[in-house]
């Protein structure tokens, strides 16, 4: 049986689990989708590391976490997943997830809603061409450069109206994947394996 697992490829994996949301997002005309980020325990590393993440010395960014990024439906189901070292930024991982996503959602697709850490040109202009609106907050420090690029006019409308992003946020857009981060961290979700491949199946297999 452990030679069975150790064979399984992760990205069998991660299809397992979009196909059951790309079955869930065929019964619906229209569609919006939430994006982001956590980091998942695992127990590679000494007692020493151990000892100094509980007691605050060591973040979030250390090899001791995974990150994992999902999109999902208002419904909470996962239509796109993927793991990547707890260094990587979310906006490197949005190609990975966007491409896990079928032709045919897309095409439904009205809005995508994404934090801050997303709010890059190459993902607005991404969204933009795809036909679906992006609701991304601008960063603090974005600056309009009076072009005609999604980018530009995103912030040049955020200046107008400064309570845009609130009219325009849905506060259950967000919660479907929080709501779905939480429960995984609630069941106690720690990965033993110390082999990659291993420590990230049995990351993926909790959101199964």
């Known amino acids: 049986m452990h030679t069975v697992w150790r064979s399984i490829n992760p990205v069998l994996v991660e299809k397992w ?5 790309q079955q869930c997002s065929s019964s619906f005309p229209h569609l919006e989708v939430t994006g982001d980020s956590s980091g998942v325990k695992t127990r590679q590393g000494s007692a020493w590391r151990m ?14 976490f995974r990150k994992v990024h999902i999109i999902t439906l208002p419904c909470r189901a996962i239509v796109a997943i993927t793991c990547s070292p707890s260094t990587t930024h979310d906006s490197k991982c949005f190609g990975t997830l966007w491409k896990q996503l079928s032709r045919t959602l897309i095409t439904k ?26 609701i991304i907050p601008p960063k603090k420090n974005t600056k309009d450069h009076g072009t005609d690029s999604p980018h530009d006019k995103i912030v040049r ?32 979700c720690v990965v033993r394996d110390h082999l990659p491949s291993t420590r990230d199946n049995a990351i993926l297999c909790s959101f199964l």
Do not use: M
């Open 109 to 134: 697709l009205l809005r995508t809603h994404l934090d801050t850490a997303y709010w890059t040109e190459n993902i607005l202009g991404l969204l933009t061409q795809k036909g679906t609106h992006p």
């Open 157 to 188: 409308v955020h200046q107008r109206y400064p309570g845009l992003y609130r009219h325009n946020h849905h506060t259950e857009r967000r919660a479907s994947v929080e709501h779905v981060f939480g429960l995984i961290k609630l069941q106690g």
């Open 51 to 64: 000892l100094k993440w509980e007691k605050g010395s060591i973040r979030k960014t250390s090899p001791l």
């Open 17 to 21: 689990i979009t196909n059951i949301g």
